[in-house]
Every structure is written in C-alpha cells, then in structure tokens.
C-alpha cells in the first residue's frame, strides 16, 4: 500500500541493528522499537530467590526508576503477584508516569519457563511459582502485554544488548551466584532448546567422581563448584587444614572469602578459587567446543573474584578446547552487572512490542519528504 509503512522490514532491520542501537541517524528503526509515542517505557523486574528487583526502562536501556525488596516468601503465588503488581504501581507513581505511558511488562525467574512464557513450570527457590500461569494473570492485573523469561537468559539479552557482548551474535552468558545460570544466544537469537529449558549450564557435568550431590539430583555439576554456595562450602570443607587462615566457620560468605585472598593473600581463600577456576574453565572449553561462541561472558556475584581465578580457568581452557576456536573466542567479565537481567527483560519486552506490531500493525502513514 502506498505510504504505508512496512513493518515487515521494519522488524527484521531492528533484529539487525540492535547491537548497534541508537542509531541517530535512523528514524525508522526508532518507530519500530517505539511504536507510536506511548510505548518507551516498560515495567521490568528481576525476580530472585532473595530479592525482587524492578524497574522502569526506557528503549535506551536507560533505568528511570529502580526498586528493590525483599521477594515475599509466601505459599503461594498470590503473594508473589501482588508485590510485583504494587512494585509496577509504585516504579510508574514514583516518576510521575501515568500507566498507560507503558508499553510492557517482563518478569525474569531463577527457573525454568515453558516454550511458550507463558507459565513457569520450577523455580527450585520459589516453588509456590511452580506451573503458574504468570504471564495471564500478570497480565489481568497490569493491563500491559507480559513477557515471561528465565532470569539467566534475560542477562545473556542484556549483555549483548548493552553489555560486555555488545555487537555479538553468539554469545553465552554464565551467571555465578547462588547457584549457577546460563543463558546461550544463538547467530542473535536466543536458543530456549525443545522445552524452554536450554543453558542449563550450571547442570552441566565436570567431574563425574567427586562433590556433594547437586540439587538437580546430579553428582559433580559445575554449580557445586563454581557458585557462591560452593565456595562457601569448599572453604569450610579445609578450614581444619589451614589453622593459619584468617577465615572462620562461622559467617562465612563467598564475599568474606575473595576478600581474604585478595587483601591478605589467605591461602585457603586462594585455592578455592583456584579450584573453581579449574571447574569453570572445564565447563568452558566444553561449552566452546560445542557451540564455538564468539564471546563468553561470566555475571554474578562471584565474578567480583575474576582475579583470584581468571588465570587458572584460561589455562583449563587453553589445554582443553580446539586451539582455533579457544583463541578466537573472548572470555570477559560482566559489564551490566546487577542489572544484566533487568536490562535484558527490557529489551525482551521491546522485541515482543515489535513482534505484536508486526501482527496487528498501527494504521500509521510515512511522514511526505
Ligand atoms: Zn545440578
């Protein structure tokens, strides 16, 4: 139709360009993200086992208001919806934003969601979320289009959206916290596998003989050794052969631990994470020799001892992965951080706006030049 804008290319040309965005010199390319003028903003939040982190985002990937409480332990969901519903409340009041200047919402979970996000099928942490239909019933609640992710995926999105992997189309993102996430993006698109339950990789096997039990029910998991419970654990295990460390039983935190090996060079602090840097780097150049990344990025809390276990990750991987692809691909820290995931529910919202779009286009004619 002439004068008709064609949304088809539109979409496919954001898709491209993302990495690279803003582009100021592209006015199209700002219409498809945008939409009409009422949609540069959405509701995202970050939904932890701990914490429930929200905020309100621009399509800049600028944070407009950002909150953070306690995630409500009840037993059931009810619980969880209503904080997340008052959170929005509270993001758009707090800026002044009328609601309907909101173009989304995007929920990320520590768990796994069904291929179609729209229910959450096992968050081990909040198991009163288990088979709950969030996305319909967030969407009941705010009035806005709910997007559903796995919270490590949606930190994978941020990190090639305007982090350490910008400008990257296969990317792996691994996430050290509490337990360990993954989030694996595919020639820019993310890889969900057949059941929504791909970049399990905190799952996946690096020693089949040693290490508790994991809580999938697996034995020698790279979570058990390269997460913050882990490092906790592997230092308690030999506080008894190291009377000279400065660490104690009690209190201990992954944080207490870097911290000891990095301010007072501790021994023991020094070879735990060595130990896990070993782990890791197996996890690693098994990741690189299967999907050959051009980036892999490591989030999460534990990332803050890079330092302490860079060298020996990079030297697992440099004796175990293929040599082209080991010295091709980039292993880097995060750069989004905390917000990785926040920013990453943003910009899936965004995308999710322009895919409704493109089903039900806005009868909008291209301005004469
Ligand atoms: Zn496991």
Redesign the pocket.
Known sequence: MAGRLDLRNEFWFVTMAAPDFPNPNCTRLEFAMNGPANRNLVFAADLGGTHLRVALIDEEGRIHAQRKERTPRDTDAAGVVRALVEAARSCASEKGVNSSLIGGASIVVPGTVSKDNRTVLQVPNLPSLDNIALKPILEGQLGWPVVLENDANAAAIGEMWLGAARGHRSVICITLGTGVGGGIILDGELWRGADGSAGEI??TSVDPFVGPR???G?RG?L?VFASATAIVRMTREELANHPESVLLSEGLTAKRVFNAGRDEGDQLALDVFKRMGTYLGVGVANLINLLNPEIIVIGGGVVNGWKLFERVMRQEVASRAFPLTAERVRIVPSESGDNAGLLGAARLAFDDRARQDLQSPPKVTRKQT
């Open positions: 905190g799952h994991c809580k999938c697996n998991c979570e």
